[in-house]
Nanobody, 126 residues
Framework: QVQLVESGGGSVQAGGSLRLSCASSGYVYPNYCMGWFRQVPGKEREGIAALDKDGSISYADSVKGRFTISKDSATNTLSLQMNNLMPNDTAKYYC????????????????????WGQGTQVTVSS
């Protein structure tokens, strides 16, 4: 059973930065499509970044150029560096993983992922 635990959320002013981490209990990163999602109350969970088994990366247009997804296989940690944060980035952020799907060049929908963390809140004030 894969367990994912996010950390690193918090409150920041517009223009600031945060780094989210997602620790895995298992040997996940070489074999799984990994993704970062975010959700605000009343809206669907939005995919914002994905990292595939072959290392290819995809971003949503809303975060491209500001967010960077990366992994450290030695520590089983997936990260999301978020720069130039804006108030509309405020959401609960989740990491997700699945060994069955391929996400090279695109962002799979949330329903494609079997494994999820509990989420971490990011709040950006103006």
């Amino acid at each position: 059973q894969v367990q994912l635990v996010e950390s690193g959320g918090g409150s920041v002013q517009a223009g600031g930065s945060l780094r989210l981490s997602c620790a895995s209990s298992g040997y996940v990163y070489p074999n799984y499509c990994m993704g970062w999602f975010r959700q605000v109350p009343g809206k669907e969970r939005e995919g914002i970044a994905a990292l595939d088994k072959d290392g290819s990366i995809s971003y949503a247009d809303s975060v491209k150029g500001r967010f960077t997804i990366s992994k450290d296989s030695a520590t089983n940690t997936l990260s999301l560096q978020m720069n130039n944060l804006m108030p509309n980035d405020t959401a609960k952020y989740y990491c997700a993983a699945d060994p069955r799907i391929y996400c090279s060049g695109y962002l799979p929908p949330s329903r494609s992922f079997d494994y999820w963390g509990q989420g971490t809140q990011v709040t950006v004030s103006s």
